[in-house]
């Protein structure tokens, strides 16, 4: 008889235990945001993918595309404007709207699928594959040109040019592409940004 109780309880504490177990692993779950695919200085645009994640508040939390009309939809908070932000600037715009309803909010947003032109690199010019290539964090140039095919037999690969806005300023970088894909020259494999333009010339005859 002693045996069998014996039994019994440890049934009954390895079920609690497992269940408990279980729980800690939903819990966990629950309160953990999504990866960021995008670095913290992002310009959201519209076709991305955010989590609006709010800490503490499942109900609220959740994963919503950017609309044509750059804006958002959330529980609790209508037609926020996401377009031109970034992931923390919408966060705090978030928290302001949402503290009218709940006490000291805390956001997270995060781009779990940025698919807009702000999140674009594209290459054009004589390489085989012309294309604009979803950008991601530490994209390079020699990345580029593998996802476009490689340069076409007409290039001037060495008169290539990287095209970028920064501070709505355009900024020309000049890149040797033939140096960088046929000669190793790794000082040529410069990191891409979002919004990027590789530029590839026809050369003279």
Known sequence: ???NLRVFCL??????????????????????????????????GPGDTIQVFVWRNPD???TVPVRPDGKISTPLVEDMVAVGKTPSGLARD???????YVK?????????QPMSVFSQVKVIGQVLKPQALPYREGMT??????????????????????????????????????ALVNGGDMKQNLAL???DVLVVPESRF
Request: net charge negative; glycine share 10%; aromatic share 4%.
């Open 1 to 3: 008889m002693a045996d």
């Open 11 to 44: 049934c009954v504490l390895l079920a609690c235990g497992l269940q408990g177990g279980f729980g800690t692993t939903r819990a966990v779950a629950a309160d953990a945001p999504a990866a960021s695919a995008v670095a913290d200085d992002y310009v959201i």
């Open 60 to 62: 609220l939390t959740v």
């Open 94 to 100: 978030v928290e302001k709207a949402l503290s009218e």
């Open 104 to 112: 000291a909010p805390q956001v997270n947003i995060i781009v779990t």
């Open 141 to 178: 140039v020699l990345d580029a040109v593998l996802a476009v095919g490689g340069l076409s037999q007409f290039a001037a690969g060495n008169r290539a040019r990287l095209e970028r806005k920064t501070d709505g300023k355009l900024q020309e970088i000049k890149i040797k592409l033939d």
């Open 193 to 195: 940004q979002p919004g």
